[in-house]
């Protein structure tokens, strides 16, 4: 954990089976805005401890990969598709807090976008392709893990996985979490899956 946020912190200091789907039940959206964020975007990149974004997806594995910074010089937005032709969004920002965001569009699975327990599987399969081919200092793969032990815990019961809930998957001081944000439809069949993964405050 302090690797990480060294890593963090001195980086900063360079920078100035497919079910049916249900349509009555299904959220419609026109399209991903990688603009949007779970956490605010308020900031002076000077005031803040956390590094400016840099590309976190490997070229030797998505050749198609474009990063953009954006114009506050602290948020990055990167682009890439998966071998079956998923579309991937990752958007890192925050300032006292680490923040990647991945929108992932799909057209691979197909169920109502309120059964959390086929879509929370649906995004781990999905985001272990993703983390074949990134290097970040989060601990995706323990994130994932929690995740799919959070689904299986609440697969029988009342208490199963709610949107933005969160789930810790680190330590406590700063804290490594993450949430599942957004199950939404698009158009021709595809949907658009969303999940957050936070570390801090740094």
């Given at each position: 954990m302090l690797g990480l946020l060294g890593i963090l912190f001195l980086a900063g200091c360079d920078q100035p089976k497919?079910?049916?789907?249900?349509?009555?039940?299904?959220?419609?959206a026109s399209a991903a805005n990688p603009g949007d964020s779970t956490v605010a975007d308020t900031l002076n990149p000077a005031d803040c401890p956390r590094a400016a974004a840099t590309p976190v997806a490997k070229k030797?594995?998505?050749?198609?990969?474009?990063?953009?910074?954006?114009?506050d010089h602290h948020t990055g937005i990167e682009t890439f598709t998966l071998p079956k032709?998923?579309?991937?969004?990752?958007?890192?920002?925050?300032?006292?807090?680490?923040?990647?965001?991945?929108?992932?569009?799909?057209?691979?699975f197909a169920a109502d976008t309120t059964d959390l327990l086929y879509w929370g599987d649906a995004t781990i399969q999905l985001m272990r392709e993703v983390n074949k081919g990134i290097s970040t200092p989060l601990e995706i793969?323990?994130?994932?893990?929690?995740?799919?032990?959070?689904?299986?815990?609440?697969?029988?019961?009342?208490?199963?996985?709610k949107p933005d809930e969160?789930?810790?998957?680190?330590?406590?001081?700063?804290?490594?979490?993450?949430?599942?944000?957004?199950?939404?439809?698009?158009?021709?069949?595809?949907?658009?899956?969303?999940?957050?993964?936070?570390?801090?405050?740094?």
């Open positions: 497919k079910p049916a789907v249900k349509k009555e039940s299904v959220k419609e030797s594995i998505f050749p198609d990969a474009r990063f953009a910074l954006q114009p032709g998923d579309k991937i969004t990752i958007k890192q920002s925050g300032c006292e807090y680490y923040v990647l965001n991945f929108r992932m569009e799909t057209s691979r793969s323990k994130g994932l893990s929690k995740l799919a032990a959070r689904l299986q815990a609440g697969k029988n019961s009342k208490n199963r996985l969160e789930i810790d998957f680190g330590g406590t001081d700063p804290r490594e979490y993450l949430t599942v944000n957004r199950i939404s439809q698009l158009a021709d069949q595809r949907f658009l899956l969303e999940i957050t993964f936070n570390y801090g405050p740094i």
